[in-house]
């Protein structure tokens, strides 16, 4: 679990029991309950677990206590408390569908082999209004291949996440993939949830043949380098994935260029800069991916002033805009960006853990020998893609001498990455 944002509201445990236990009825701020519920999750102790179970046991009637006990399976699913399943078992015949959906996920995360709970879990894709999605996925995620026939109905869902998720679901626990190519098709729809939600289907499904085409998916490649990881990860010690096929991938992902991707949208006619700049805000990455091959192919003299402009306003606080501008910055060969590309790398906020890896590879483009000191230090990062995205930027720069130090580095893709390019700068 990611614990980078974790407990933001600086709750001690005894606070949050204390809160959680509160009556709802005397409960100055009902969500005080709700904020507790969610920060026991980094409290994995035994006096956690079991006021979590009392919240859920509280059936007091309001819309405040039902957001709360959802709250608190799901708090109890990612503590993978077994001692919860009693507890939220009964929440799968609950009479509010988010409780249920609740119900489904945590129990997904506890794990059970208990055929009675499987077997009612399948039974929710019989129920009119669920989330079937999350059943679908819970199904696979425990290996309840009895549930294959009622799903199969699902596959043909006007849901493209839900159809998604069964058709992987049936191809899996079939072993006949002959279907899997409509999953994989999701990866260039117009709805980038579809987009997202293909991409778990296909780590579910092992599908290993469709890592090159997940990589060419415009949307964000913290989505892709994750799917592609995990497959090849699994695929690696299957021996169904070759590893020097990995690395290419994986840097092809991290260099993250639209030329390199498969875009779903398109422009009805030339879009104005302005235009331009506020794409590079958008949640759906596909139309981001858009406007910066536009910015490079068509607005390349008027960029860099557009993009600093942006930055002052709003980009320096808004991790997507200002990682895309890291990137433009150095595609666009701009030069004076030099300085807020430095502060980029050196930038270790949490949130902005993508610019500096997009920081990194924008210094190689510019081309400074000054650069190659602070790459050599961002290259013994703890983040693996900066590590990554440091030597490549190296690399451009012609330098090699920390890759020789990194060919036994902790992450398997910066040692591939390291192995390989020593061995081509032997050649």
Partial sequence: MDKRFANIFGLTEEQCIALLDTPPDQAADESERYIAASQLANYPSDASIDALIRAVNTTYDSLDNRITRRKSVETLGKLKAERGLDTIYPCLSDEDRYTVESAVWAIGEIGTENAEILEEIAHLLEKPDQTYRVII??????????????????????????????????????????????????LQSDSVNARRACLEDLINAQYY????????????????????????????????????????????????????LELVHEYDQPPSLEFLVQELYQTD???????????????????????FATYEAEAHNDYGAHYHVMKLMGWLKHEPAYDLLLEALDNTSPQFMKSRTAAALSLGELGHPQAIAPLQASAHSKIWMLQYASLMALEKLGDYSQHKLLVDANDWAVRAKANRSVKMAEV
């Fill in 137 to 186: 996925h819970t199904l696979v995620k425990l290996n309840y291949a009895a549930a294959v026939d009622r799903v199969r109905p699902f596959m043909d869902a006007e849901d493209e996440p839900t159809a998604s998720a069964a058709i992987a679901t049936v191809c899996r626990f079939t072993r006949d993939f002959s279907q899997i190519n409509r999953v994989v098709a999701f």
């Fill in 209 to 260: 043949p469709a890592i090159p085409a997940i990589a060419r998916c415009p949307i964000s490649l913290m989505f892709r380098l994750r799917a592609v990881r995990t497959l090849a990860e699994s695929g690696i010690a299957s021996g169904e994935v070759n590893l020097d096929e990995v690395v290419p991938v994986i840097e092809q992902i991290l260099w993250d260029h639209p030329n390199d």
């Fill in 285 to 307: 990455f596909g139309r981001t991916y858009l406007a910066i091959q536009t910015f490079i192919e068509q607005q390349a003299d008027a960029a860099p002033a557009a993009l």
